[in-house]
């Protein structure tokens, strides 16, 4: 009897027990929010070449597992097409400057060369001009000569005629005759004169004419002064612009030979190095992937039933599989939609009808800056983290 009286107080001592315990723990579990579904995650820094090039140095610290500190220079490319494009861009540089400066220059003298032939051809015309007015007056003054010479010469010839027929008649001296004669055939001559001069001036006026008008074309190709200044300043702005893409190209030329070299970008441990020396590099070509070991998040995959009292902010222990120990942390931000939906191939409800599952949704988790000084963790561990939620 005794024996059974104290088993039955061990089963009621035991249910109490646990019945405390699991009352217990239900106030306690109240308080926090946890999930095995959770890992580490970080950045992963991939490491290419901006050009083509062959690899002709590696430094030997670049290896798997490997730090690397930022800035380290990992590599080499050979520089020396580069290096003769470089060249070949300075000098090129130089051309188009002298080109510029030849067309910037060549601006005042084409103004100057234009406008200045321009009036030259109009005094040239207005002098032509004025030939011709004066070679009209000359006519003129010879046509009247000739009008005068003409009644000369009528009646010169006839007191000869009249003189011939008194010395015919013996009724004059031969000398008067002669006298007579003479004064008319000068008068003839005289005429005669008056008539080529004549000529001549209708000559020379078609001759200042035609020069009037070469001096009217000349000013007419000479007008386009304005367009010859509109050309040169064309012809210098094409030079600048041919000068600027000639100093962007000298900068492409040095930028590429600046590729050649290739640093770390950030500080980190090496991970997945597929480039060894001599190897044929291409554009973009994924070369290593560096792991900044200092910026990483845990993002911890929770069941939508569990974020009711989660918010940003609120602390996190975080158990990390590896080390078996806790680090500390907080709620950094809270997710915009569920898992599945950021996956490459989100589900569809091509059948119309809805099976009701619980989501999960990523929680993203910064560990406090001095969690982890000696950077042990690694992307990809696994950790349990429990939110303080009350």
């Known amino acids: 009897m005794a024996q059974g ?9 035991a249910a ?20 095995d579904d959770a890992e580490i995650e970080g950045h992963l820094d991939t490491v290419s070449s901006r050009i083509s090039g062959t690899v002709t140095w590696i430094d030997p610290n670049v ?21 003769a494009d470089l060249e070949h861009a300075k000098a090129n540089l130089d051309t188009r400057a002298a080109e510029a400066r030849t067309a910037r220059v060549t601006i005042p003298i084409t103004d100057a060369a234009a406008f200045g032939q321009l009036a030259a051809t109009e005094a040239a015309r207005d002098q032509a001009a004025a030939s011709v007015d004066s070679e009209q007056a000359d006519l003129e003054a010879a046509r009247h000569r000739l009008a005068q010479d003409e009644a000369i010469y009528a ?6 005629v009249r003189y011939q027929s008194l010395v015919e008649k013996r009724e004059i001296s031969r ?41 009217e074309a000349e000013i007419a190709s000479a007008r386009t002064a304005p ?19 000639a100093t962007a190209d000298l900068h492409t030329a040095q930028l590429n030979l600046s590729y050649t070299k290739i640093y770390a970008p950030v500080t980190g441990v090496i991970g997945r190095k597929t480039v060894q020396l001599g190897h044929r590099v291409q554009p973009g070509q994924g070369l290593m992937i560096i792991v900044p070991v200092d910026d990483l998040w845990i993002t911890a995959n929770y069941k939508e039933t569990q974020l009711r009292h989660m918010r940003p902010g609120q602390p996190v222990t975080v158990h990390v599989d590896t080390f078996d120990r806790d680090y500390k942390g907080r709620i ?46 690694r992307p990809g561990m696994s950790v349990e983290p429990k939110v303080t939620v009350r």
């Not at 950021?342 to 999960?360: A, C, I």
């Open 155 to 160: 009646r010169t010839e006839r007191d000869r």
């Open 63 to 83: 290896e798997d597992s490997h730090v690397v500190k930022a800035g380290t220079l990992l590599m080499e490319l050979d520089p020396r097409d580069y290096a």
């Open 175 to 215: 000398s008067d005759y002669d006298a007579r004669d003479t004064e008319a055939t000068a008068a003839e001559q005289a005429l005669e004169a008056d008539r080529s001069s004549i000529a001549s001036k209708e000559r020379k006026i078609v001759e200042a004419r035609a020069l009037v008008a070469q001096r």
């Open 5 to 13: 009286k104290r088993a039955r107080w061990i089963v009621v001592v």
């Open 332 to 377: 950094e931000d809270m997710p915009g939609a569920a898992g599945p939906l950021f996956s490459l191939f989100p589900p569809e409800n091509s059948t119309g009808n809805y099976v009701k599952v619980v989501q999960r949704f990523p929680v993203r988790i910064r560990l406090d800056r001095d969690q982890d000084p000696e950077h042990l963790l």
């Open 227 to 245: 367009r010859q200044v509109n050309a040169a300043e064309s012809r210098s702005a094409s030079a600048s612009g041919q000068l600027e893409q």
């Open 16 to 35: 109490a027990v646990v019945a405390t315990g699991g009352v217990w723990w239900w106030l306690q579990s109240r308080h926090y929010e946890s999930t």
